[in-house]
C-alpha cells in the first residue's frame, strides 16, 4: 500500500478573513543561512511537495539568502502551483550594512519600495500577508502602517503583519490598519510571549505565527546527536556552542525519551505541542529534506491532553536550557524592547 497522505486543515489566521493550512513552511534554509544553500530546482520541489501533502502557506522575506534568492526560489515555485490556493508570506525592513551588519528601515518610502520588489520576485500581484521583519524603533510605528495600509488599499498587500513587535507597538499599529498576525518566536525553550503576546493577540482578534518552533533544529537533534559543530548562523548561536551545547544536550535526551513514550518523533511532539496550544498558532518549520517535510506535517495529527501538555512543558524546563534565545546580531531586535517614538500631535 502507498503512504497515507495526511489532511492538513485550514485555519483562520487573525479575525480579518485570512485563511491558512494549520502547519505552514518557513523557507529561509532553502537559501542557507543553518546549512548550505539549495540549488533552485531543489528548493522549488520542496516547496511542490509540500503543497501537495497540504501545505499552503509559505514564508519568506527579501533577505533570505544572497541577492533575494529566496523570493526568487519561491516565485519560481508558484509558476506550476495554483497562486489562488497559496498564500505567501513575505517581510521587508532588516537592511545588510557594511562589516556584516544589520539595520532597519521601516520607513513609508523603503516599505513601498521593498513591496514593488517583491512582487516582482515572486512573481505575483498582491502579496498575501506582509510583515515589517523587524521594528524600526527610529520613528512611530504609525508612520509604518501608514504606508502599509495604503498597500492594502491599492490591492498589492492582502493583509499586514508585524514580526517581534513589543505590547505598545502591537496597540498602536492595530489602532492605525487590523493586524491579522505576528510572527514570534515560540518553541519549547523559548516561551516567553507566553505570559503577555499571545493573550494580547487573542483579545484583538490576531493570530500568531511562530517561527524556529523546533527551537533552530534543537528539537529535530540538530547539532545534538551529531559529533560535528554547528554550522551558519548556529555556529554562534549560545544555545548550540561550546558547555552551554554540552549541558543542552541533556534537555534534549528526556525529550526524546518523552517522544518515545507518545510514539512520535522528537520533532512531531515539539510541533503537537504548539499546535495544541491554540487554533491561533501556526508554526512554520522549514526544512530542506523531504522526509522530514513528511514528518513535520504528521504533528498536525496528534492530539494532546491538558495533562500530556503540562508533562512536556515540564520536561522541557526552561531553567535548564543553557545560553540566551539570540544571537548577538539579532539581540538588539528582541522584542521587548521594540518600542517606537510616539506619533507628533498635528498641529
Given at each position: 500500500m502507498g503512504e497515507q497522505l495526511i489532511h492538513v486543515p485550514k485555519v483562520k489566521l487573525g479575525s480579518q478573513g485570512m485563511e491558512v493550512s494549520r502547519i505552514g513552511f518557513g523557507c529561509i534554509g532553502l537559501s542557507g543561512t543553518y546549512n548550505a544553500p539549495l540549488l533552485h530546482e531543489d528548493g522549488c520541489s520542496m516547496i511542490v511537495e509540500a503543497f501537495h501533502r497540504g501545505v499552503t502557506f509559505f514564508d519568506t522575506s527579501d533577505i533570505y539568502g544572497q541577492d533575494h534568492d529566496n523570493e526568487i526560489m519561491i516565485g519560481k515555485a508558484l509558476k506550476v502551483?495554483?497562486?489562488?490556493?497559496?498564500?505567501?508570506?513575505?517581510?521587508?525592513?532588516?537592511?545588510?550594512?557594511?562589516?556584516?551588519?544589520?539595520?532597519?528601515?521601516?520607513?513609508?518610502?523603503?516599505?513601498?519600495?521593498?513591496?514593488e520588489a517583491s512582487l516582482k520576485r515572486l512573481g505575483v500581484?498582491?502579496?498575501?500577508?506582509?510583515?515589517?521583519?523587524?521594528?524600526?524603533?527610529?520613528?512611530?510605528?504609525?508612520?509604518?502602517?501608514?504606508?502599509?495600509?495604503?498597500?492594502?488599499?491599492?490591492?498589492?498587500?492582502?493583509?499586514?503583519?508585524?514580526?517581534?513587535?513589543?505590547?505598545?507597538?502591537?496597540?498602536?499599529?492595530?489602532?492605525?490598519?487590523?493586524?491579522t498576525a505576528v510572527?514570534?518566536?515560540?518553541?519549547?525553550?523559548?516561551?516567553?510571549?507566553?505570559?503577555?503576546?499571545?493573550?494580547?493577540?487573542?483579545?484583538?482578534?490576531?493570530?500568531?505565527?511562530?517561527?524556529?518552533?523546533l527551537g533552530i533544529g534543537f528539537f529535530a537533534s540538530k547539532a545534538v546527536t551529531e559529533n560535528t559543530s554547528p554550522k551558519g548562523m548556529l555556529a554562534m548561536h549560545p544555545r548550540f556552542v561550546g558547555q552551554n551545547m554540552e549541558k543542552n544536550k541533556a534537555v534534549y535526551r528526556k525529550f526524546a525519551e518523552l517522544a518515545s513514550k507518545y510514539d512520535c518523533s522528537p520533532p512531531q511532539l515539539a510541533l503537537a505541542w504548539l499546535l495544541n496550544q491554540g487554533d491561533d498558532i501556526v508554526p512554520i518549520p522549514g526544512t530542506t529534506k523531504a522526509k522530514n517535510l513528511r514528518d513535520n506535517i504528521r504533528s498536525v495529527d496528534i492530539e494532546l491532553s491538558p495533562n500530556n501538555l503540562r508533562e512536556i512543558s515540564e520536561a522541557v524546563d526552561i531553567d535548564e536550557v543553557y545560553g540566551e534565545k539570540d544571537i548577538d546580531i539579532m539581540a538588539r531586535f528582541y522584542w521587548k524592547y521594540a518600542d517606537t517614538p510616539a506619533k507628533p500631535l498635528s498641529i
Open positions: 502551483l495554483p497562486r489562488e490556493r497559496i498564500q505567501v508570506a513575505t517581510k521587508f525592513g532588516l537592511v545588510r550594512l557594511k562589516g556584516n551588519r544589520v539595520g532597519v528601515d521601516g520607513s513609508p518610502q523603503y516599505a513601498r519600495k521593498c513591496c500581484d498582491y502579496i498575501d500577508l506582509f510583515y515589517p521583519h523587524k521594528v524600526d524603533t527610529s520613528l512611530p510605528i504609525e508612520d509604518t502602517m501608514g504606508e502599509l495600509k495604503k498597500l492594502v488599499e491599492e490591492g498589492k498587500v492582502r493583509y499586514v503583519g508585524l514580526s517581534d513587535p513589543s505590547i505598545d507597538t502591537i496597540k498602536r499599529a492595530h489602532a492605525i490598519h487590523p493586524i510572527q514570534m518566536e515560540y518553541s519549547l525553550w523559548t516561551r516567553d510571549i507566553a505570559e503577555e503576546v499571545i493573550p494580547l493577540c487573542r483579545s484583538l482578534g490576531i493570530g500568531i505565527v511562530t517561527y524556529s518552533p
